[in-house]
């Protein structure tokens, strides 16, 4: 290519030059071959500024051009320098004598030899342990001058790095270390400026914080420092001066240090140095003692000043006297989040941060916007600060150490960890690239497009700005994602209200810890903890990080050593599985929920040791949503086509109901759901199950074409009130006609039996011995009873209910409703059932004394014999009984009249009633909370023992068990009982004016 090819406006446009023509001109302006700098200044992050800079270098060096083709190095360096950088382009034009600095390819320089580079700028010895500078009026600006140098170095080996993003670590330590060294240099000049006499009069250690003190400081950072003095001693090991003389000459070196290295002159600045994180702040004295900054970390110092001191190292000064202060302080940093409000106060302080942003920068905020800097170092020091105090391996100092540390030792998942590094890294690489432009502290992302397109080309993107924006979103959303569940995960605040000590415990006192927290069997439950937290692998470190929470969380249950049992069931079937542990360890409030339902509930543990997998739910509160479940009829009905059998399709349909069981029971034990919603989502997989099972059985028949059946649901099934103890009560209707079959029915076909066995077969598939609780269907609310037919047709039906219905039958059609098998038919049978059970001007005089009659009877024979009336939430004294016959009686006196009443639902007849000021408006509080509390404990006791009873319990383990799962808390168990007979006592007194008329 000729040189006119190599300069037109095409070809340097296709370069990366923004304004070609102006480079045009430039470059056509340069007697000499441009080529190898031209491919330079095309990987430059800004090509037309780079050439600028080497343009405006000519006229200081005209020797410049033919300097870049002899050093290569120093070309790419220099070019490469000047395309990132204005301010430092700016330097050199100033200082062209620190060319030299990139005539050598940019290596990491030990922190030793920056030491000695600076200090031997000011003509300082950097071999004596307190360097003081040579008596030189211009001695700050050689230190100046000396930084700024060895900041070239640092920027030409970050910005000529192919990988940007993996050096990172290494320029930010770098820096730290030329912070360091500025740090010393400074106080050798402040001890020239006091004076050798004054300034040997104190020791004077300086504290690095913050990004200083964790070595991972920015380009352009505020330096944070705390400064430490004591008196120097003499031979005899005594004090030289006083305490006081000490300090007033430590704080007139440590000011002259802050003001050397935050002084703007004509040969540039530093960076500020920022003491604000002493003790009291700004308010507080400039330098203390050791002892006072002890006394004042012990007794009055905010958990945010501990956080603070989490990166607290020596960085100049007397080293020494720095290690000491580290080591008064390091304890007092682990025992912080100890403090009560701990994980309150850093969320606090977090929002406030993120409040404070100015408006304009909303969105573009790199180090304290939502998805910025702070939200990875927060979630990473609180981890540290409330795991730390037990885990030593997690006391490092810098960010992305202490992400290292905390992914190795199990407290941050492996994919979580790599997410939130890449993150981290990206954010921090592009915070230098935007302050090195132009040597500012900021931390706002630009808007104009040049300057996105520089940055963009600095970090290596072939599309530049759209690359950079949608890294940059991505990166933010991720980190706010994983921010949002590490900083505000239930399970930080838990650990961190353990004290400390109980995270250590030894044996004989994690006996002792056990039994205090309830655990009957202390012996046992140490055996359980050792099985799940012995060994060195991933699992049995993540299950030392849980331990301590979840013992705690199932000593609140009603059996905390069947809850610790029980996870151990659990973590042996699932420990291999990836998701469980980390799900555990990461998801919200999932391993809370786990532990109460492992700890208060055999029904729910039954159902989940089973199905191990069902505790995934407990992840996200949309899964325990019982409203939100998706078509359980059309997902059994197609996971049983997939089966050979019926009886392989009833387990797998059996299969979904236990899944929907323990869903059920999770969202009850979490408070999730109440006993209405409860009702309505048993109630609904009742009928899903069955209507599943009913089809089952019918393509058993096939010999023999089964006639069309619905089922109509009755008592509480209908009412949608089932509870988890309840039976399913059904009525069976089989169509008129016969089935459409491919030619003649068989010889003999007779309707009524094969529906009846269909019927048989459906009910016993259901009620087989299985791995969940089985699904009882009980026919005795059908006409006549156990004595009446199984299965009538429609014709049947409603020649019996216009001829032959018991008054005792109408009341049971109140909740009767068609909820499985052939709707369109069920439909039909409910039509009928419509106009008998609400009869036109309501109840005779008769049929009211035969309810009465009939219930009065009840009461006699079915308390169970021994049984303690005021106990028994069904049969008992304004129980379940006593409020649903009230209602329903009332419904059957009022419905003709009051449409609103035709319900099948107990509480929305009360509702009804209520409206239409047939009952009192406190005669509806009544009914409702003696009905609701009534079926409320009906459903814990089922769910607490596995086992359903409809009195409370007789023994106290159980019953203060139940007192617990009503957050009656401790010792509740009595007033549980008081709280029942009371609400009970006053829902029999309106009873016993509504249904007996006393």
Not at 51 to 56: E, I, K, T, Y
Not at 277 to 290: D, F, I, N, S
Not at 325 to 335: A, G, Y
Not at 628 to 657: C, F, K, N, Y
Request: glycine share 8%; with cysteine.
């Amino acid at each position: 290519m000729t040189r006119g090819d190599q300069l037109s406006t095409g070809a340097l446009a296709r370069r990366g030059f923004t304004d070609a023509s102006a480079a045009e001109r430039v470059l056509r302006g340069w007697d000499t071959d441009v080529e190898p700098l031209l491919d330079a200044l095309a990987r430059s992050a800004d090509p037309d500024l780079a050439l600028a800079g080497l343009d405006r270098l000519r006229d200081v060096r005209p020797d410049l051009l033919d300097v870049l083709r002899s050093n290569p190095v120093l070309a790419e360096q220099l070019i490469m320098v000047a395309g990132a950088s204005a301010a430092l382009q700016h330097h050199l034009v100033a200082h062209p004598d620190h060319l030299d600095q990139l005539a050598v390819r940019a290596e990491r320089r030990p922190a030793a030899a920056l030491r000695a580079e600076l200090l031997t700028a000011v003509g300082a010895d950097p071999d004596r342990p307190d360097p003081v500078a040579a008596d030189d009026p211009q001695g700050a600006d050689a230190l100046r001058l000396a930084y700024r140098a060895a900041l070239l170095r640092v920027a030409a080996r970050d910005v000529c790095d192919p990988e940007p993003i993996e050096v990172l670590e290494s320029v930010a330590a770098e820096l730290s270390d030329l912070a360091d060294a500025t740090l010393e240099t400074a106080l050798a000049l402040a001890r020239r400026k006091v004076g050798l006499e004054q300034a040997a009069e104190c020791r004077l250690a300086v504290i690095g914080l913050g990004k200083c003190g964790a070595q991972e400081l920015n380009y352009v950072s505020d330096v944070d420092v705390l400064f430490v003095a004591e008196p120097a001693l003499g031979p005899d090991g005594e004090p030289l001066v006083g305490t006081d003389r000490a300090m007033t000459v430590a704080t007139r070196l440590a000011a002259e240090l802050s003001r050397i290295c935050s002084a703007h002159t004509a040969a540039g600045t530093i960076w500020e140095v920022d003491a604000g994180l002493r003790p009291e702040g700004k308010a507080g004295p400039l330098v203390r003692t050791l002892a006072s900054h002890q006394t004042y970390y012990q007794q009055w110092a905010k958990t945010w000043e501990f956080q603070a001191m989490l990166k607290a190292r020596p960085a100049a000064g007397d080293l020494a006297l720095g290690r000491a202060f580290v080591d008064v302080v390091d304890p007092l940093v682990w025992q912080v989040a100890e403090t009560p409000h701990f994980i309150a106060d850093a969320q606090a302080m977090r929002r406030r941060v993120v409040a404070h942003i100015p408006a304009r920068d909303a969105g573009r905020e790199i180090k304290l916007g939502d998805g910025g800097l702070r939200d990875v170092e927060f979630s990473v020091q609180l981890l540290q600060l409330v795991h730390g105090r037990a885990d030593e391996r997690l006391r490092v100092a810098s960010t992305l150490g202490g992400l290292r540390a905390l992914v190795d030792s199990g407290y941050v998942g492996r994919e979580d960890g790599k997410g939130f590094g890449l993150a981290y890294r990206f954010l921090r690489s592009l915070e230098h690239r935007i302050q090195l432009f132009r040597l500012r502290r900021t931390h706002v992302l630009p808007t104009a497009e040049d300057e996105l397109r520089r940055l963009g080309r600095s970090l290596g993107y072939p599309d530049p700005v759209v690359g950079l924006t949608n890294t940059w979103r991505s990166c933010s959303q991720r980190v706010r994602r994983l921010h949002q569940r590490l900083f505000y995960s239930p399970l930080l605040d838990a650990v961190a209200r353990i004290p400390t000590e109980e995270l250590r415990l030894t044996a004989e006192s994690a006996k002792d810890r056990l039994r205090a927290l309830g655990y009957d069997d202390p012996d046992g439950a140490l055996r359980h903890i050792e099985a799940l937290s012995t060994g060195v692998s991933r699992q049995a470190e993540i299950q030392r990080q849980l331990l301590p929470v979840m013992l705690g969380w199932f000593a609140e249950g009603a059996n905390p050593d069947h809850g610790l049992l029980s996870f151990r069931r659990v973590s042996e079937a699932l420990g291999t599985t990836p998701w469980y542990l980390r799900a555990l360890r990461d998801e919200g409030a999932m391993a809370e929920r786990l532990a109460r339902i492992l700890a208060s509930s055999r029904y729910a543990v039954a159902l989940l040791t089973r199905a191990p997998q069902s505790v995934q739910m407990l992840v996200d509160d949309g899964e325990l949503d019982l409203d939100r479940v998706g078509d359980l009829r059309a997902e059994m009905a197609a996971a049983a086509r997939r089966q050979s059998t019926p009886e392989g399709a009833i387990e797998a349909v059996r299969a979904i109901r236990r899944r929907e069981l323990f869903r059920i029971a999770a969202s009850d034990l979490v408070g999730l759901s109440d006993v209405p919603t409860v009702g309505r989502a048993l109630s609904r997989l009742a009928s899903v199950t069955i209507d599943a099972a009913l089809v089952i059985a019918r393509a058993g028949a096939k010999t023999q074409p089964a006639p069309e059946l619905a089922v109509i649901a009755m008592g509480r099934w209908g009412g949608r009130e089932l509870s988890y103890a309840s039976d399913a009560d059904a009525m069976f209707v089989m169509a008129d006609q016969p089935p459409a079959h491919d030619g003649p029915l068989p010889h003999g076909w007779d309707a009524t039996r094969i529906g009846t066995g269909v019927i048989n077969r459906m009910r016993e598939l259901l009620s087989r011995p299985g791995a969940d609780p089985a699904l009882a269907v009980d026919a005795n609310l059908r006409p006549e009873g156990k004595g009446g037919a199984l299965v009538r047709s429609l014709g049947a039906y409603r020649n019996y209910y216009a001829r032959w219905s018991s008054t005792w039958e109408l009341q049971a059609l109140i909740r009767a409703d068609a909820q499985a098998g052939d709707l369109g038919l069920g439909a039909s049978l409910m039509e009928t059932i419509e106009a008998k059970r609400w009869p036109e001007g309501g109840l005779s005089t008769g049929q009211l004394v035969e309810i009465r009659r009939l219930k009065a009877r009840m009461d006699a024979e079915r308390m169970p014999r021994g049984a303690d009336p005021s106990k028994h939430v069904k049969l008992g004294p304004g129980g379940l009984v006593d409020v649903e016959w009230t209602v329903q009686l009332l419904q059957l006196q009022h419905a003709h009249a009051h449409p609103e009443l035709r319900t099948t639902g107990t509480l929305d007849a009360i509702d009804a009633l209520r409206s239409a000021s047939l009952i009192t408006g406190e005669d509806a509080v009544c009914l409702r909370e003696a009905w609701l509390l009534a079926s409320r404990i009906r459903n814990l006791i089922m769910l607490l023992r596995g086992r359903g009873s409809d009195s409370l319990p007789a023994d106290a383990r159980d019953l203060e068990g139940l007192a617990r799962l009503l957050d009656y808390g401790p010792s509740g168990s009595s007033h549980l009982v008081n709280d029942y007979r009371r609400v009970t006592r006053r829902a029999s007194q309106v009873v016993d004016r509504l249904f007996w008329g006393e």
